[in-house]
Structures are given as structure tokens and as C-alpha cells.
């Protein structure tokens, strides 16, 4: 049996990170998110699955979205009914670095939805980090 393993998942706000985010709602007891991060054109999606899945931190690649996702999570957490204080706001992480820190984050997995070259130094800093665990194995 495996436990619970921390996920970083780069892209959460397209379709392979959306899919993902869908698997993750189906084995809660297997799998945490601890960090997402998007381009930053859907900043109402982003602040509400970070607050859905309580990750640490969030990132994106441009600075300029920084106040518009922190206005997006005021947003979605009057919308859950949170009052001032009951909800945590992650840390964001913003600039042209923003995805390979986030693919350097103490996790078990990285998964990398990012689309093309974007995602390459993220991929290669996740490599570069090494696993932090491995696939149990069965015996034959």
C-alpha cells in the first residue's frame, strides 16, 4: 500500500493540470497538492484551487498577476464563506522563475502540465531535484 505522497503540479489550470486536480479530489487519502502554478490568465480558477486544496504556495510567471490573485483569493474565500482570518492565503510566487522553484519544492512528484519550452526548466530543475521516493516494487 502507498502513502500519502505531495504533488507539486505545474499548470493546474489546464487541462492536464484541471484532470489531475480531478484525480487528486478522487484519492484524497493518497495524494496532497503542496504547491500549483499557472500562466496567470485564469486567476479565479487558480485562487480557488489553491484554497479547495490548501497548498503552500502558488506561482506565476508574471508579477503583474500578483494582485489580481491575491484579490482572487479574497474573492473565492468570501464565496466559501470564510470570514477574515479562517483562511490562509499561500505564499506567491511570482516572476520568470516562478515554475522551476516551484518544481524544486519538497514533494514526492512533480507533474508538469506547462505547455511546450515553458516547461522545459522546470522539468529539468524537477529531475535535477531527484525522487524523493520510489514506486514500491512487488515480489516475484
Not at 484532470?19 to 485562487?47: C, H, M, P, S, Y
Not at 502540465?113 to 529531475?127: I, K, W, Y
Amino acid at each position: 500500500m502507498v502513502g500519502m505522497r505531495e504533488l507539486v503540479l505545474l499548470g493546474s489550470t489546464g487541462s492536464i493540470g484541471t484532470q489531475a486536480i480531478d484525480i487528486v479530489r478522487r484519492t484524497a487519502d493518497r495524494f496532497r497538492v503542496v504547491a500549483i502554478g499557472a500562466g496567470g490568465g485564469n486567476v479565479e480558477l487558480l485562487a480557488e484551487q489553491a484554497l479547495e486544496l490548501g497548498v503552500e504556495v502558488v506561482g506565476v510567471p508574471r508579477a503583474s498577476v500578483v494582485q489580481d490573485l491575491q484579490l482572487a483569493f479574497y474573492a473565492e474565500a468570501s464565496k466559501r464563506g470564510y470570514a477574515t482570518g479562517e483562511f490562509r492565503i499561500p505564499k506567491i510566487i511570482a516572476g520568470p522563475d516562478a515554475m522551476t522553484e516551484l518544481a524544486e519544492w519538497p514533494a514526492d512528484l512533480v507533474l508538469n502540465g506547462v505547455v511546450g519550452s515553458l516547461g522545459l526548466r522546470p522539468t529539468l530543475a524537477a529531475l535535477e531535484k531527484g525522487p524523493c521516493w520510489h514506486w514500491p516494487t512487488r515480489s516475484r
